[in-house]
């Protein structure tokens, strides 16, 4: 749907996977659960923001925010925008869905966009905002990674700050730790697909003492590392904007 907002600019609102498309089909899960987490005091946080594997989608102890993420491939949260409560860490839910084993992962992401919403009744929007941000790249499309194996080794995989070491990980993956650690977006413009093993060791910054630390800065361990090239840019950047969610959603 189009709309004329009280600037003048003309605004897209986006209603689930077919982003404002009247008639266009969407596509949907055989089977979903989207549940609130119910809270008892004695709940210790842990979190699946997202894992898609063999027709299986799940997300656990996770914000609308972090849903919407999931969903619509966003690294980080300054890059969606609405009410208070659909960043709070004490409104949390779980989601469960299956589809066919064979069903490409984009597709999986579109089926997820209408289950959320069908659930929260979501009305969303695109927009640019001036803000700061690293811009992940890979000139000339060169970079040192290792193509992941064939299917993924299980375990070994380190996110702690000062290191991301995963064997099976995209760019848009690396993207999103990087502004997790880094606590500033991170906008995946390397154009390169598929999965990497990649080890990135860098110099977590000291607040606690005016003593240098040692390693490199994240800047120069990102390319002398992995050969890509990260860095900080200031500008418009499309941010999700949810105008309305319900904070409970339609029962499953």
Same mark, same amino acid.
């Given at each position: 749907?189009?709309?004329? *907002?009280?600037?003048?600019?003309?605004?897209?609102?986006?209603?689930?996977?077919?982003?404002?498309?009247?008639?266009?089909?969407?596509?949907?899960?055989?089977?979903? *659960?989207?549940?609130?987490?119910?809270?008892?005091?004695?709940?210790?946080? *842990? /979190?699946?923001?997202? &894992?898609?594997?063999?027709?299986?989608?799940?997300?656990?102890?996770?914000? =609308?925010?972090?849903? =919407?993420?999931?969903?619509?491939?966003? +690294?980080?949260?300054?890059?969606?925008?609405?009410?208070?409560?659909?960043?709070?860490?004490?409104? !949390? @839910?779980?989601?469960? /869905?299956?589809?066919?084993?064979?069903? #490409?992962?984009?597709?999986?992401?579109?089926?997820?966009?209408?289950?959320?919403?069908?659930? @929260?009744?979501?009305? =969303?929007?695109?927009?640019?905002?001036?803000?700061?941000?690293?811009?992940?790249?890979?000139?000339?499309?060169? $970079?040192?990674?290792?193509?992941?194996?064939?299917?993924?080794?299980?375990?070994?995989?380190? $996110?702690?700050?000062?290191?991301? $070491?995963?064997? $099976?990980?995209?760019?848009? @993956?690396?993207? +999103?730790?990087?502004? !997790?650690?880094?606590?500033?977006?991170?906008?995946?413009? &390397?154009?390169?697909?598929? @999965?990497?093993?990649?080890?990135?060791?860098?110099?977590?910054?000291?607040?606690? *003492?005016?003593?240098?630390?040692?390693?490199?800065?994240?800047?120069?361990?990102?390319?002398?590392?992995?050969? =890509?090239?990260?860095?900080?840019?200031?500008?418009?950047?499309?941010?999700?904007?949810?105008?309305?969610?319900?904070?409970? #959603?339609?029962?499953?």
């Amino acid at each position: 749907m189009i709309q004329v *907002s009280p600037h003048g600019l003309w605004v897209l609102l986006l209603a689930g996977a077919a982003w404002g498309q009247a008639g266009a089909a969407r596509p949907e899960f055989d089977v979903a *659960s989207l549940k609130p987490v119910v809270l008892d005091g004695a709940d210790t946080y *842990s /979190a699946n923001l997202g &894992t898609y594997r063999n027709g299986v989608l799940q997300q656990t102890n996770t914000t =609308l925010s972090e849903c =919407l993420r999931f969903a619509y491939d966003i +690294t980080s949260d300054d890059l969606v925008s609405g009410p208070e409560w659909i960043k709070n860490k004490m409104v !949390r @839910f779980d989601t469960l /869905a299956k589809t066919a084993p064979t069903t #490409p992962r984009d597709q999986a992401l579109l089926m997820l966009r209408s289950l959320l919403d069908d659930r @929260f009744k979501l009305v =969303l929007r695109r927009e640019p905002k001036t803000m700061s941000y690293w811009a992940l790249t890979a000139p000339g499309g060169v $970079h040192k990674m290792a193509p992941a194996q064939e299917p993924a080794a299980e375990g070994g995989n380190r $996110h702690i700050p000062g290191a991301i $070491h995963n064997k $099976h990980i995209s760019m848009l @993956f690396l993207a +999103t730790l990087i502004a !997790r650690f880094t606590r500033m977006p991170v906008l995946d413009q &390397t154009g390169i697909t598929g @999965f990497f093993d990649v080890q990135l060791d860098w110099a977590r910054e000291n607040t606690q *003492s005016a003593e240098p630390v040692d390693g490199l800065p994240i800047t120069e361990a990102v390319q002398k590392q992995l050969g =890509l090239k990260l860095e900080r840019r200031r500008g418009p950047v499309e941010v999700l904007v949810v105008e309305h969610a319900q904070k409970t #959603p339609v029962a499953n």
